[in-house]
T-cell receptor, first 118, second 112 residues
Framework: GAVVSQHPSWVICKSGTSVKIECRSL??????MFWYRQFPKQSLMLMAT?????????EQGVEKDKFLINHASLTLSTLTVTSAHPEDSSFYIC??????????????FGPGTRLTVL | KQEVTQIPAALSVPEGENLVLNCSFT??????LQWFRQDPGKGLTSLLL?????REQTSGRLNASLDKSSGRSTLYIAASQPGDSATYLC???????????FGSGTRLLVRP
């Protein structure tokens, strides 16, 4: 099946610094990628939808200037958490849709990135 | 605003038991519902998708039912195995978009 990777798998950073997380579709092209955030014992919450070559669409309550998303190619989307604070510590998960898939609902999820901000 | 709740939050059973995981949602006007499995260090894996017009879907030892009017879905796992240990997530779509609204999951442990 289709594989989505994320890098890094975990990261620890100091408050005020920026962190970039990569999401790659390894064996398919993804016109659309999604970024989720999951706090401990809570639901995955969609943060934004990333379309290749265009600006991301952010969910209500998600600061687009704080969570910068770039989807410059059909296999790579990046999420940059700018000026990170301890409350940004969370598990960030991406998913990607295979544009050749006949199923509009098929999304492939990455393994997630654990971010800890000290 | 749609809210998805999963009960119980955690479940521990001996191997071989049949079990039921519950999912409820506040707005019954869903487009479809999907069950996922989440393993540590791995991505989510889709298990079953039920369209709003369907009552159930089956895949191997898994059976998912949907009662849209009452806002409930159940995932039935027959003859559980230690390899079934994972977190099970239920998610709904409200329209034909890709957007999923997730529950917080049920952490299942199947003891050998």
């Amino acid at each position: 099946g289709a594989v989505v990777s994320q890098h890094p798998s975990w990261v620890i950073c100091k408050s005020g610094t920026s962190v970039k997380i990569e999401c790659r579709s390894l064996d398919f092209q993804a016109t659309t990628m999604f970024w989720y955030r999951q706090f401990p014992k809570q639901s995955l919450m969609l943060m934004a939808t990333s379309n290749e070559g265009s600006k991301a669409t952010y969910e209500q309550g998600v600061e687009k200037d704080k969570f910068l998303i770039n989807h410059a190619s059909l296999t790579l989307s990046t999420l940059t958490v700018t000026s990170a604070h301890p409350e940004d510590s969370s598990f960030y998960i991406c998913s990607a849709r295979d544009w050749t898939s006949g199923s509009v609902y098929e999304q492939f999820f990455g393994p997630g990135t654990r971010l800890t901000v000290l | 605003k749609q809210e998805v709740t999963q009960i119980p939050a955690a479940l521990s059973v001996p191997e071989g038991e049949n079990l039921v995981l519950n999912c409820s949602f506040t707005d019954s006007a869903i487009y479809n519902l999907q069950w996922f499995r989440q393993d540590p260090g791995k991505g989510l894996t889709s298990l079953l998708l039920i369209q709003s017009s369907q009552r159930e879907q089956t895949s191997g030892r898994l059976n998912a039912s949907l009662d849209k009017s009452s806002g409930r879905s159940t995932l039935y796992i027959a003859a559980s195995q230690p390899g079934d240990s994972a977190t099970y997530l239920c998610a709904v779509r409200m329209d034909s978009s890709y957007k999923l609204i997730f529950g917080s999951g049920t952490r299942l442990l199947v003891r050998p």
